[in-house]
């Protein structure tokens, strides 16, 4: 990235999680300086480039966008970079620009300033919103107004999406307002930046950012320009001092490498030559593990706090809040009422009217202006008065509680009701009796301390947070409600650890051989279905129409350009597949009945390979199931018997395109021809359905002159599935019809509760934010992508096959052209030995599902092996390997391990001397009988499970 013969220090980068930006470099200059004068900050960039800075720092607010752009173009020309490209630029949007309507001009006007057409990152500097006006610091306090969260996110989304910033996001803000952000954002923050340096480590405000993939950004990292008068806290640590001296390193150096090692981009201001190199030399050594507690146990103190944009005097007319998390009655006490003040007369303590107090504190939480009500300095008689009258129990209780007055008969009483405590003054509090502090001079507690080398304070809260650790808590004691709701709550954390947990036994997915369905996607579309997960899909038409469509076309549906689609979403191929048999179903009753003919007796055609969810279709609908028997050596319908089983009442013949026992595809063509020769002769006219489940989104990628769809006449509708090799996660699929004829007018329903008039064809009313994770492939991967998928696929799939009968143990019965799957079984057919291997490879992780053939061939024991997408060529090797061992303990087993089993034929003779004595046993023949390792049971039917 570095241009001609600019040695800088390579900055290692960092990828944000949300926008188009560059990587950031994890070291920024910053450009804060008051008063700001235009030479200086433009040499001191033009410095910082010199030396090796990538990423600069700006705002509206600080005057400096336009220097920092000409010492950007200056730079290019004097190929310290060859182009604006190399560098990550960000700036910020000031509170009195913090209206929807004015974010997109503000960002505008800074690139104007800067002479750009982008920045890399534009953030929302903080989350204060100010009367429209030129950016300034400070504010009169009656400026501040509320911050329209949602509108200004909105505004900020848009910036990105015009390409203005190729990143979004926030500074200042707290978890809270990250909070407000996610809860309306389509596009998440990026980046948030804070302060924080090892005075002010925002150790919350880090894990919650990490967790939601918010990259955090450390704003004064050697502890400000003495933003508030009281020197600096950072540059002036002894801490720090003592950990500079030992390294060889300056105290800005500790401090910067700290954060760094926190995982947090430093934005460093310096207009100084010598200390911007200084700055960035951090990457080539570590701070040892002592350092890191060292300084971990640093006093924290906040240098910029949000009243310091204000001038101190006047009010604030507007708090910007709608509403408390909590509002809790201060004391069980009464005054008269008056101006709030500390001590009161004891002739003006009034009785307490709990019931009307409680029930106006309900009333506030019922308004929203509370979100939780609750309690203070309450004792459990107190408690039980409020609870006695409440409709909503107080959340919490907030008292005195520390080891020196510890509150068990509260605490359960408390525990037993729901209510949280709180504790206040749990160091012992501010020496508010005028007797010192009994917890933080406690001799119990400083030997406590003193043995963990901790301050008493610290042990206070470590114990708290080890209580706070669901396995040190009741809850992995107590045993679970499994079949009744249980009675009390539990934390989330506690909820979500043991469900965790459970599901750690499960199998992992991706080693399941057996299915079809999609068991990885990109992150980006796992981002785009979280981001959806709280939709319900039946509400839109948009993204399932645009895949209908798609997918109509890629079939070859007739359809003039522009001529919308008939088709719907489904769950899966059951639903699918329910809803061709009934229009077909429909389509015939219609015509016998315009005949005058009978019609209940409708059948359909399909082969004894089908999937169980035909037999379903069958049977929940009425219609006789008329299979075509397999026979050795043809594992899928026969086109010319199955013509020969149509009759005046078949509905339509079903045929697969891409068998789930072998993989391979029915000959649809020729069902066509002769069904249509057959409809010509006896006038009847019969359709025909492909379940293309598995195979619909493979031949028309690798086998494009394959005619099995819309091209042939009789084909009125076909289903595949989405979550099988449309490559999306499970709970989708797709039916299409040919033609709206082909689908008849009384089996849809018209609703218009959501807002419009909406056809509806399903089962199943809501659905999944799949339908948004399809669209997502048809886009990213297009014609292009699939193709390429699926040739990988095959590809697998050869390995597999050439290595599995390289073992000389199989028989391989799946074909090479169809679903890239292995089907293969023991040669001489041995069952048993099917189900072993089966079960042996569970052992190393693997799924690899053993069944029975359908009738006629239920001697035939077959193991499946489904190549998906994110089954490559290592893997194939892998579950190779681990075939070969597999047989190699077998072999040994069947030399030294069953008791070989020998089969006797006896005659019985007469008694050799007469009645009385025992008859004479003769051994007419002795044979030795091939080893039985253990009866399987095999279970009939279609293939249940393996689907
Ligand atoms: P900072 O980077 O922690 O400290 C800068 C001060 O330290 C300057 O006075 C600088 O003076 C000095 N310095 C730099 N390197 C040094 C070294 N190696 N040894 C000794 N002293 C050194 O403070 P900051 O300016 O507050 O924060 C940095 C940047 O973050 C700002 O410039 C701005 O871009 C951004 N910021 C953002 C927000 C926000 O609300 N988002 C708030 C504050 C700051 P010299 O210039 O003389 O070297």
New binding site residues.
Partial sequence: MDSKGVAAPAVPEVALQSGNARPMPAVGM???AFPMVHENTKNAVLAAIEVGYRHL?TASLYRTEKPVGEAVAEAVRRGLVQSREEVFVTS?LWGSQCHPDLVLPSLRESLQNLQMDYVDLYLV??PVCLKPGPPKVPNKREDALPFNFEGVWRAMEECQRLGLAKAIGV??FTTKHLEKILAVATIPPAVN?VELNPVWQQRTLRAYCDAKGIRVAA???????N?DGTGNAV?ESPVLAEIAKARGK?V?QVSLRWIYEQGVTS??????KE?LK??LEIFDWELTEEDRLKISQITQKKI?QVESLFTPEGEFTNLQMEYVDLYLIHWPVCLKPGPLGFPNKREDALPFDFEGVWRAMEECQRLGLARAIGVSNFATKHLKKVLAVATIPPAVDQVELNPVWQQRTLRDYCAAKGIRVAAYSPLGGQNWDGQGNSVLESPVLAEIAKARGKTVAQELDDAAAASAVVFASRYVQEPLPRYELGRKSISKDAAYQIIHDELLLDSSPRLNLASFVTTWMEPECDKLILEGINKNYADMDEYPNRCVNIIARLFNAPLSAGETAVGVGTVGSSEAIMLAGLAFKRRWQNRRKAAGKPHDKPNIVTGANVQVCWEKFARYFEVELKEVKLREGCYVMDPDEAVQMVDENTICVAAILGSTLTGEFEDVKRLNNLLAIKNMRTGWDTPIHVDAASGGFIAPFLYPELEWDFRLPLVKSINVSGHKYGLVYAGVGWVVWRNKEDLPEELIFHINYLGADQPTFTLNFSKGTQIIAQYYQFLRLGFEGYRNVMENCMESARILREGLERTGRFTVISKERGVPLVAFTFKGRDTALAFRLSAALRRFGWIVPAYTMPANLEHMAVLRVVVREDFGRTMAERFLSNVQMVLDELDDEAKGGPVPRMRFTIELGPPARGAGEEASVKVVKRESVVAVHRSVSLAGGKTKGVC
Avoid at 267 to 272: A, D, G, P, Q
């Fill in positions: 910053g450009t804060a720092d910020k500097h903080w500074s200042n930046q704003y004064s990292p050697l502890g400000g320009q933003w540059l300056t800005a934005i460093v201001k310096s207009y100084n200390r200084q700055n910029i």
